[in-house]
């Protein structure tokens, strides 16, 4: 499938009550500060350059972010964290992430979250995010990304479990039981394709010092560095 043909079936995607009646009830009572906005209260596409040798998954949408914008880590916390770091790498054409008409163009890299649509209190179960499984996998084979990056370890254990289901898309790891989520890992999946992780930007973890700008330009650092990187008949190994 393309990514318009994964998009025209995402955006018509109410499999999950829960998340439906919650992102449509968000979109429709809004947040004072953004009462003069159109919510967007839809699910979520990816966003980004669709020949991306980087591939960065997150959580989900913000109620208030990108539930409101309907782009990735866009209006929020996160994104006012991610967007910088993203510029500072040479990703993002601009630092900041405002709205889908603000002009912004990611090079060589592409983003997309676990599950598409706003949870309350931020945490989708995990039916809602095998429910969402499907436009990841699909986003993945047709883009064939050389490096992904997974934002906290609920991406992380999502793309792994992806990994691990055998069925055609992108590669198959046979052992994962090395594989283990700490900020910064770096593993070689195969010959030619890298998993990285990082704590997500969350402002939980950026107020708190756990990710520090530091930190996180580190990850984007290592990212351009595997870009440029030869294939190698090594497996799963961390670095």
């Known amino acids: 499938m393309t990514l318009q043909e994964i998009n025209e079936e995402l955006l018509a995607c109410r499999r999950c009550a829960r998340l439906v009646e919650w992102r449509e009830r968000v979109a429709l009572e809004k947040r004072r500060a953004y009462r003069d906005w159109e919510y967007w209260g839809k699910p979520v596409p990816g966003f980004g350059d ?8 997150g959580l989900a949408p913000g109620a208030h972010g990108s539930n409101r914008t309907g782009r990735q ?4 916390a996160s994104g006012d964290f991610l967007y910088p ?3 500072r790498a040479g990703f993002a054409s ?5 709205s889908r008409e603000d002009g912004l163009i990611l090079t060589n890299l592409y983003t997309a979250p676990m599950c598409r649509c706003a949870p309350p209190d931020n ?7 095998a429910n969402c499984r499907p ?6 084979e047709f883009i064939q990304p050389k490096v992904i990056v997974a934002l906290g370890k609920i ?16 590669i198959t790891i046979r052992d994962r039981s090395a594989i283990i989520f700490f900020h910064n890992a770096i593993y070689q999946l195969d010959a030619g394709h890298w998993l990285l992780a990082s704590y997500h930007p969350s402002r939980q973890n950026t107020q708190t010092g756990r990710l520090t700008v530091k930190m996180f330009d580190q990850v984007w650092e290592n990212a351009r560095c595997l870009l440029m990187q030869p294939a190698s008949k090594s497996g799963p190994s961390p670095m």
Request: avoid cysteine; hydrophobic fraction near 40%.
């Open 85 to 87: 770091a993203l510029y």
């Open 123 to 129: 945490k989708p179960t995990p039916q809602e995010i």
């Open 135 to 140: 436009y990841l996998e699909g986003e993945l």
């Open 73 to 76: 880590f866009t209006g929020d």
């Open 94 to 98: 601009q630092p900041n992430s405002i």
């Open 50 to 57: 669709q020949r991306a040798g980087v591939f960065v998954i």
């Open 155 to 170: 991406a992380f254990d999502g793309v792994l479990r992806i990994l691990t289901m055998d069925n055609g898309q992108l």
